[in-house]
């Protein structure tokens, strides 16, 4: 069975500075991919960024990086120069890559405030 | 920029009533999911389509909900009767393939009372 933990229901930043939020998951698949999107007031879900469990660096989107701690099972989201328009929900998710059903496992999430 | 796209926006329906949602996905993305959220919780996967055949609908409560995805292009998803316990975000997801990232549409907000 899969398990995605965020342990921070809410964390608040100071414009313009970085943010970690944390996520900590539980697989027995050896390849599996793991994803952070941002929700949001709209609703909808946006790709932030994707790190595979092979990938041997980290993966980087613009202000976005995840520090990818396999031997700890910790997938955690840096935002660099954090912006007004950051504050949402994040999700962090994973999905076991192999044949048949492959669901993303979704975490509870955090919800990120960005203070001017 | 190619999306995903949902609809209705938001639905209010009474308790037993039959209410329907549809979802049009990337052109050329064979993967669909339909995914319920409860409003403080991550969303959890209802229904799993490779192409026009389901691959996962384990979690689907197959005594009222039923969705489709005829020809392998845009879906429909159905709950009959709608109960209480179904307020939730149903959101709608597609993807190239199986390992592809999921590209969500903005969702439906359904209120049942």
Redesign the interface.
């Known amino acids: 069975a899969q398990k ?1 933990t965020q342990t921070q229901p809410g964390m608040f930043v100071q414009e313009k500075e970085a943010v970690t939020l944390d996520c900590t998951y539980d697989t027995s698949d050896q390849s599996y ?1 793991l ?1 952070w ?1 941002k929700q949001p007031s ?6 932030l960024i ?1 790190q595979g469990s092979y990938d041997e660096q980290n993966a980087t989107e613009g202000r976005y990086s995840l520090n990818f701690q396999k031997a700890r099972k910790s997938a955690n989201l840096v935002i660099s120069a954090s912006q007004l328009g950051d504050s949402a929900m994040y ?1 962090c ?1 994973m ?1 076991p ?1 192999k044949t ?5 496992f ?4 955090t919800r990120l405030t960005v203070i001017p | 920029e190619a999306e995903v796209a949902q609809s209705p926006r938001y639905k209010i329906t009474e308790k037993s009533q039959a209410v329907a949602f549809w979802c049009d996905p990337i052109s050329g993305h064979a993967t669909l ?1 339909w995914y319920r959220q409860i409003l ?6 209802l229904v ?1 389509f490779q192409d026009e055949s389901v ?2 609908d ?1 979690q689907l409560p197959k005594d009222r909900f039923s969705a489709e995805r005829l020809k392998g292009v845009d879906s429909t998803l159905k709950i009959q009767p709608a109960e209480l316990g179904d307020s939730a ?1 149903y ?1 709608c ?1 597609s993807s190239l393939s ?2 592809g ?7 439906t ?1 359904l209120t049942v009372v």
Do not use: H
Not at chain 1, 106 to 109: I, V
Not at chain 2, 101 to 107: R, W
């Open positions: 995605i991919g994803f999107y709209s609703g909808e879900m946006i790709f994707y999700f998710a999905r890559t048949g059903a492959n669901n993303l979704f975490g509870t999430g | 999911y403080g919780q991550g969303p959890e996967l799993q691959v996962d384990s975000m959101l997801a199986r390992q990232e999921a590209f969500f549409g903005q969702g907000r």
